[in-house]
């Protein structure tokens, strides 16, 4: 009998037990007394050794190794789809918001096929504006109509989330959908500011759940292909909803009565961390906010607190490549953590919003990951959040790069609203 056998068993069963301890939620480190020491990469190092002290060098060289190892490692690779935008304008309403919008429903096309995956965006104009208007676009958990409680707008019929009290029957919405989620979507706040809204429905591209994929983009390009599965290194669902957010981008920079140069990109929990990666990719989008994004977003994935790698990829690995897999329980060896993710919207506006019941997102690490992404902003000249310590609750904190922690659980509120208008206001003022 081999005699290390025993040696062997017993680490592979010790490994074990630790991913799975790592893996289960309820038992997640909560305690900052227990979070223990890490080490992050640098940000402002090459890999071949160059400390990287200017825009030049880091726009160049270091901003592409980035966005390779964040690829490799994490999202997966996105391709180069060949696209034909199609926009066909499906409805449109003048007084909408009791009057303040103009709202716009857009079939977007990206293919001749016309059983290819498509988007139906919905667009809010101010319509008391009289210049072009900046624009948030971020996606929406349940459809368009529970954005926004209006009897007009269409119940979509794609795969949703069984989730309690949304109203979801057989993962499909219903009338008690409506208007569900219209708290995390203070139209008429946005609106009175200025601000035109853009969203569109998440599944649209893909759903989400384990084989959405079949149904969504990835499988109707590999099936293009000939083939019937993705490489460890191609892209996740973040990777395609995020694509489709530079999609969306497109359009809305073709039109008139908004701003194609000042639409921010935002999210909030895993549309959060598709935000970021959204941004991180396409520098086109002018502003980038995280709300609440968590792991494999806006936190620390070294910081042993919350979320882990290991509790993502034990249910989650579909938003990711497969090599993320590779780093459950050992997030040291990935080249990247997630202040490199933030430091890759760098000089652009950049605003990181944690809660203080949202202790699976760890707002600390992703206050940390925010300070640690300023060496970048410094590079282009900017101050990044001009602190070190975490700020009391509900006190908007920065400069380039903004913070707050809201009182509250995990969720995006009209509070959140109003600091990300508050800070693109001062953003998008500033010369850049």
Avoid at 100 to 123: E, G, K, N, Y
Avoid at 202 to 231: F, I, Q
Avoid at 334 to 353: G, S
Wanted: proline content about 7%; charged content about 20%.
């Amino acid at each position: 009998m081999n005699a290390r056998l025993p040696v062997v068993l017993f680490l592979s069963l010790t490994l074990a037990a630790a991913l799975s301890w790592a893996a289960t939620p309820g038992e997640r480190n909560t305690d900052e007394n227990k979070v223990g020491p890490y080490t992050l990469p640098e940000i402002l190092l090459t890999k071949d050794g160059r400390r990287v002290g200017d825009a030049a060098l880091w726009n160049k060289v270091r901003r592409g190794e980035l966005l390779d190892d964040f690829a490799a490692s994490t999202y997966g690779r996105t391709p180069a789809i060949p696209v034909k935008l199609r926009a066909e304008t499906i409805a449109t309403r003048r007084d909408a918001v009791d009057g303040l919008a103009t709202r716009t429903l857009v079939r977007l096309r990206f293919f001749d096929d016309p059983a290819a995956p498509q988007i139906t965006l919905m667009l809010y104009v101010p319509n008391a504006t009289r210049s072009p208007a900046p624009v948030l676009l971020g996606l929406n958990y349940y459809g368009l109509a529970a954005v926004e409680p209006d009897p007009a707008l269409p119940l979509t019929d794609q795969w949703m989330r069984p989730t309690a009290n949304m109203g979801i029957v057989k993962n499909r919405a219903t009338e008690a959908t409506r208007g569900i989620h219209a708290s995390r979507w203070p139209l008429a706040l946005a609106l009175r500011r200025g601000y035109a809204v853009a969203t569109y429905y998440y599944g649209d591209l893909e759903p989400d759940h384990p084989d959405g994929w079949r149904d969504g983009l990835r499988g109707y390009l590999l099936r293009k292909e000939g083939r019937a599965a993705r490489g460890p290194d191609e892209w996740g669902a973040i990777g395609v909803w995020a694509w489709g957010l530079s999609r969306a981008l497109d359009y809305l920079q073709t039109l008139g009565g908004i701003d194609g140069r000042r639409v921010a990109v935002f999210g909030h929990s895993r549309h959060g961390k598709t935000a970021l990666w959204a941004g991180a990719q396409d520098e086109r989008f002018a502003a980038v906010i995280s709300n609440n994004s968590g792991e494999g977003g806006a936190s620390l994935g070294r910081r042993n607190f919350g979320e882990m790698i290991a509790d993502s990829v034990r249910v989650n690995i579909f938003w990711y490549c497969e090599n993320y897999r590779t780093y459950a329980g050992r997030a040291a060896a990935r080249p990247v953590d997630q202040h490199m993710l933030l430091a890759l919207a760098a000089p652009r506006p950049l605003y990181v919003a944690s809660a203080t019941l949202d202790l699976g997102a760890d707002p600390r690490g992703e206050f940390l990951s925010a300070v640690h992404a300023a060496p970048a902003y410094r590079l282009f000249g900017h101050e990044g959040l001009g602190a070190t310590e975490l700020p009391p609750p509900d006190t908007p904190i920065g400069h380039r790069i903004g913070y707050h922690l809201r009182t509250g659980p995990h969720d995006i509120a009209a509070y959140d609203w109003e600091q990300f208008i508050n800070f693109l206001d001062r953003s998008f003022a500033a010369k850049r």
